[in-house]
């Protein structure tokens, strides 16, 4: 059940809360305006429905009904957070459903830029990496858009993550049958390098992004055929055991017409093959590179457990999509509150300490002395001694 703390209290501060939102406040004026449509006024502002999709993913909510019940009786939320008239359930799901993106989209670029500029820059000697991976959202049989097989709904969200800052980039929403390679160029800009999986593999993609200036540090399949052209030295006793530039593929089939650098190690009992079209980095930092790509699905797995991502608010691929906006733009947000304050990255137990720290300033709004005497007022408690 949501939680009432000091029904006598009307006026809940919680400043870090305020902190939190702090990088939002130079942003927003520049954020295009959310208008009404039609006749009727809106009965909550783009800034309110901000504060509410932080709020709902920073508490951990579980569904719709949780972030409306606590909008309704929990006093902070419904004094801090709610708009000032209060919201109905069918005013909120049509806001989520049907506005708000288009500010989202535009306040999350600002949060993105802030973030690359003010973030430490963890691996520069490796260049600008980013991670591209996409992730299944289960959805229900009434979402007819999320296409992925008989009776069975998915969506899919195709993300970038800066490898770096530890922050996600860009993000596509489609059904769950989408193919994810065709992302890589629309999320990958010219000169960053794209850190992917095996399942990416694709030699036509291997000279399409050279030609356009993508780099690319990409796991193929050990069996894929190789036509060296030239050998590259690999140091004795390392991890690394095959260094060579080579024609990926099979003459006159599927043959990459410009050559790429082919990377093969070994990590305990699994060898990896990893092609590639940077010649500036060493065969062990191409390792590395490989290796850090993972943290893309780290973030994911933090991302859906501690800030309930993927539970749906939600049934339109719009309101989906402003649901995810709200959950990158809340995760950005951690990020510069955990370097502003702790200098670390974001941490499940540096948002359990954040939570903790708005609930406490809550309960201290008032000094002891004033609630003790609205409780005698209201005749809440009884008080005796002994003599």
Known sequence: MPRTIHPWNRARRAPSFDDLMEPTRDILPHVPALEARGNRPLQMSFEEQLRALVYFHLEEHTSGRHLMQALQEDDFAREHIAPAAGIKRSSFCEAINSRGLEQLISLYGGLQAKASRLLPCEYKELGNLVSVDGSFIQAVLS??????????????????????????????????????????SKIVSPGQTGVLDRYYQCHKNFDLWQQENRHFVCRIRANTNKICIEMHPVAPGGIVFYDATVLLGTPGVNQTEKPVRVVGYQIGTVCYWVATDRHDLSAEQIAMVYKLRWEVEKFFAWWKRHLRVYHLIARSEYGLMVQIMAGLITYLLLALYCHKHHNEKVSINRVRELRIQIQNEIRASEPPDHISHNFKEQGNVTLSAKT
Not at 149 to 166: E, L, P, T, Y
């Open 143 to 184: 979402m007819a858009w999320a296409d992925y097989r008989d009776g069975s709904k998915k969506a899919k969200v195709h993300v970038g993550f800066d490898i770096n800052r530890s922050i996600p980039t860009k993000i596509f929403l489609t059904d769950g049958k989408a193919d994810e390679r065709p992302f890589v």
